[in-house]
Every structure is written in C-alpha cells, then in structure tokens.
C-alpha cells in the first residue's frame, strides 16, 4: 500500500512522541517528517492496522509494527510512504528526488567507475534524462530496502547499479557478503523500477516474500 503528498497538508499532524522527536528541528524538517508520517499512517490503515506512531529506530529508519516493512521518502514539495505485510513482501524501499542535474563533483563520490560509464553513454543517448540524480535515487532506495533487513549499513560504493532504459527497471549488486538468504543462497542482487514524472525521479524496491 502507498500513500503520497504534494504538499504539507494541515491534517498532516505528527503523535507526540513522533514531535518530540524533531522539537529542536528547523520547521522544514519538522513539516517534511510530519507529512512522511501521515502517508504512511494511511497505508498502514490500508493495511487494516491501526494508526500507531512511527518513531525513527537507529540510523533514522522508521521502526515498523511487526509484520510490516516499509520505506518513506521526502523531498522539495513531495512526501511518499509505501507499506506491505511482511507476509506479502521481504523488502521494500522508496526514493524521490527533484529530477535536476546532481551538483558538480557528487556523481563521482557516489558512483562506481562502470556506472559513470552508463551515465555518460545515456547522457548522449537520452539527454532529457538526468542519469546521474537517477543513479542518486536508485542507490538510496537499495539502502532503504536494505538496511532494514539486514541491520547492515551499506555505502554507494557497496551498491553496482545498472539500468535498463527502454524497460525503465535497474538491476543492484550488492558487494559486501550478504546476511540474508533466499532459497538457500545470499540476496545479493535486487531489482526495482524507476519513473520520472512531473519534475522528479522516483525509484522503488519490492522483494517478494518467500512462499
């Protein structure tokens, strides 16, 4: 289930402990985690589960309700939650971005020298693309399906990207050892597809959970 926002709508109203949580936090930040909160407090009574509050665990992840997994994404003038029963799904993980150009200097510190290679190809290829903020989004979207998982902190560099442009999907390595299995052998590889629609980048992750 998922839930969106263009805005910061006024019922978009944080639990207290959720407020006490960004009390010293510019206004902002404070708007941003508020309306986070709100999407994904109506997926979850999508799920039929109760709107409870969801108070960041270590590292900033949401701490989910048993048996739920989930991702929450914000950026300038969009917030997004998507949630799914544990059951259902192993792995979620959501990304928005403004579809700008990355700044001068952040596509080198965050990519692998064979990703900088597909940019620079789908740069010429596809030039109303920006490649580099979409290999921003992609990353962070493994992280968040990820981390919660696995408890282990990975950085852009732990992560091979590649893309399929006309199918609009990616494919993600990961390269450090893998804590989780599936069917037997490490989960290292996750895939996802990606958009970009009214001026962002949106990347998602959705393992299915093992029958």
Known sequence: MSSEAFGDPPQALLHREEAFVVRNSVEKRRREF??????????????GLPPVPLLP??????????SVVGSITHCAGYRAAALA?????????????????LPEGILEAISLPEERVWVRKLRTAVPGTHWDRLLFSLKEA???????????????EDARITVDAAASTFSARILVPSPVQRRGRPMDTLS??????????LAAIAVPAES
């Open 142 to 156: 493994v992280y968040k399906a990820w981390y919660p998982v696995t408890a282990l902190r990975i950085g852009f």
């Open 34 to 47: 508020a309306t986070g909160r709100w999407c994904a407090r109506r997926a979850l009574v999508q799920l």
């Open 192 to 201: 996802g597809r990606w958009l970009i629609s009214g001026g962002l980048v």
């Open 85 to 101: 029963r544990g059951t259902e799904m192993s792995m979620v993980g959501i990304d928005a971005e403004p579809h700008h150009a």
């Open 57 to 66: 665990g270590e590292l900033g992840a949401p701490r989910w309700p048993d």
